[in-house]
């Protein structure tokens, strides 16, 4: 596992490149849900793990938003308003896979500006680092 400025580089530019496609993905009749919360959940992950890196942590090859956001808090960071975002961990497992009803239809302009925050958060971590 990379943890190093390189590594975390190279992740928020995949991250950035899922958010672009979220800002691409507005009509919900095109581009259904499971698709645009896969990269919403794909750029979540990369920014987390991009996070980790930054710090000199290592980070887990999995999907799963909780652990990489627990991994964060463990190391002292201030994670306590990006847990809303765990939900989307499931387009990353099941429903990337299954063609399944979502509870709730995404609030797509909140989930992209949440998404965006997030990543300019850890830009600027990754410019201080």
């Known amino acids: 596992m990379n943890s190093d400025l390189d590594d975390a580089t190279r992740l928020m530019r995949r991250a950035k490149a899922d958010l672009a496609a979220l800002r691409g993905m507005g009509d919900a009749v095109v581009?259904?849900?499971?698709?645009?919360?896969?990269?919403?959940?794909?750029?979540?992950?990369?920014?987390?793990?991009?996070w980790l890196a930054v710090?000199?942590?290592?980070?887990?090859?999995?999907?799963?938003?909780?652990?990489?956001?627990?991994?964060?808090?463990a190391a002292g960071e201030i994670i306590d308003d990006l847990w809303p975002l765990v939900d989307l961990t499931a387009f990353?497992?099941?429903?990337?896979?299954?063609?399944?009803?979502?509870?709730?239809?995404?609030?797509?302009?909140?989930?992209?500006?949440s998404v965006a925050a997030l990543l300019n958060n850890v830009e600027r971590k990754i410019d201080h680092g």
Do not use: S
């Not at 942590?57 to 991994?71: K, V």
């Open 31 to 50: 581009f259904d849900d499971n698709i645009f919360g896969f990269h919403a959940q794909q750029a979540v992950e990369k920014a987390l793990k991009a």
């Open 55 to 73: 710090l000199g942590r290592d980070y887990p090859f999995r999907h799963d938003l909780g652990e990489l956001l627990a991994a964060l808090g």
């Open 92 to 113: 990353a497992v099941q429903l990337r896979y299954d063609d399944m009803e979502i509870a709730n239809q995404l609030n797509r302009n909140k989930l992209v500006d």
